[in-house]
T-cell receptor, first 113, second 114 residues
């Protein structure tokens, strides 16, 4: 079974803090993705990575950066958290090839005060 | 551009009823992939099925079945004899070779009551 884990299920941070969300997958997948999910807006892609140290912007990259130093780990960084980044963050991974099935982690509910 | 529409925002049924969740998609690509995911209250998106545009065969997996019709650009999902554990938000999604994101619909919230 594919296993995607995220470092926290719930996180509370203050405006201006630097926030790290970690994602780890154990299936040797080449691709990893970060989405955010908001009521009424659905899921939107923030960034994805197709290889170590490689990244591509998604639909809403502003205010975020990512890091992929190892194949199994993909980090999402909020450089200076803002209240409009309060959301559910979902990590996913897939085999190489953009049409491969994406498998998701349990999500991190982030509240920025 | 790709678009997925799930017109049903919320559906409520009584246990053992059959229920169909609608999904209509738009794309100009001739090759594309369709997906269904389930999101229970715990939050994790669970993969259910993947279909490519060249395979219009309907699929059945236990109480779940999927009806793919290219003529109407639809990929509907039916749960037979629904159970309380089927209560979740269900997402339909589309991907194309020219893009890298899954394009999700807004989801349909299904509530199954005893």
């Amino acid at each position: 079974d594919v296993k995607v884990t995220q470092s926290s299920r719930y996180l509370v941070k203050r405006t201006g803090e630097k926030v790290f969300l970690e994602c780890v997958q154990d299936m040797d997948h080449e691709n990893m993705f970060w989405y955010r999910q908001d009521p009424g807006l659905g899921l939107r892609l923030i960034y994805f990575s197709y290889d170590v140290k490689m990244k591509e912007k998604g639909d809403i990259p502003e205010g975020y950066s990512v890091s992929r130093e190892k194949k199994e780990r993909f980090s999402l960084i909020l450089e200076s958290a803002s209240t409009n980044q309060t959301s559910m963050y979902l990590c996913a991974s897939s085999l190489a090839g953009l049409q491969e099935t994406q498998y998701f982690g349990p999500g991190t509910r982030l509240l920025v005060l | 551009a790709q678009k997925v529409t799930q017109a049903q925002t919320e559906i409520s049924v009584v246990e053992k009823e059959d229920v169909t969740l609608d999904c209509v998609y738009e794309t100009r690509d001739t090759t594309y992939y369709l997906f269904w995911y389930k999101q229970p209250p715990s939050g994790e998106l669970v993969f259910l099925i993947r279909r490519n545009s060249f395979d219009e065969q309907n699929e059945i997996s236990g109480r779940y079945s999927w009806n793919f019709q290219k003529s109407t650009s639809s990929f509907n999902f039916t749960i037979t004899a629904s159970q309380v554990v089927d209560s979740a938000v269900y997402f339909c999604a589309l991907s194309v070779p020219s893009g890298y994101a899954l394009n999700f619909g807004k989801g349909t919230s299904l509530l199954v009551t005893p």
